[in-house]
């Protein structure tokens, strides 16, 4: 067996596979100095004191600006942990929208509901705009039912117990790694009801149940100090990017499909994404202007 040093690597590299990793390396390298500069310059033009909210970005900064180590954390240091934010987000909020498109199909009524609500509160006239998200209960209803049945993760990160306790009559040891199951949780019916394997959104009208981790029955994002940082980017653009797929589009499965046809089995890791490709077809069905 024959191996190619990196020189050589490079030197016989056929497809450009390097050079197209170079590419995408300064594509990323530069969106994260923007983001970098924009929060800088917010910084500015505003104390931190009187700015209205200060998030994960503006936190890492200003731990870099005031530290006189600078081996304890740099740009390098501050885009890759970006970098892992946003990565770690596309394929869990693909795999969510994925999901719930899954479940509208399978669901017709719920399908029609909330084209209904975009139609009456976004118009058939116009594309979905951020701004009509939180006009939207029934969509956000959609969104919530699907992260309870098919959570970003099926385990929480990891916790360690830091000394002895007994919680509702369990004894957990220090030292002790828990591992929360939310995919468990969000099926268990002495919180869900005997339908909690069954889509329904509805279950979530007038209720204050959110994804903020403060009813543990319904833990998407985690609860606590160690919530998922990226959980109000996916909580924004998920509703975002399924609404506008419904808004536009009508959609039905190809070749005479039916909805009990659908391959609803999760492929267990990290993540739960299905194991099968959804395959549906879309007809547009906005009013075009003018």
Known sequence: MMFCTSWEFRAFDLQGLVRKFKKVHEEFDQMLEQIIKDHEASSRLSD???????????????????????????????????????????????MTVDWAMTELLRQPKA???????????????????????????????????TLRIHPPAPFLVPRECSEDITINGYFIAKNSRVLV?????????????????????ERFHNTDIDSHGLHFEFLPFGSGRRLCP????GLTTVPFILAQLVHCFNWELPLGMSTDDLDMTEEFGLTIPRIQDLLAIPTYRLINEG
């Open 48 to 94: 931190q004191k009187s700015r209205q909210s200060i998030d994960f970005t503006d936190t890492l900064l200003s731990h870099m600006h005031q530290s006189k180590d600078k081996n304890i954390i740099n740009k390098t240091n501050l885009k890759a942990i970006l970098l892992d934010i946003i990565l770690g987000s596309l394929d869990t909020t693909i």
């Open 111 to 145: 399908m029609t509901k909330l084209q209904d609500e975009l139609k009456n509160v976004v118009s058939m006239g116009r594309l979905v705009e951020e701004a009509d998200i939180p006009k939207l209960p029934y969509l956000h209803m959609v969104v919530k039912e």
């Open 181 to 201: 199951n939310s995919w468990t949780i969000g099926r268990d019916p002495k919180s869900w009801s005997d339908n909690a394997e069954n889509f329904y959104p």
């Open 230 to 233: 990226g959980m109000q980017l």
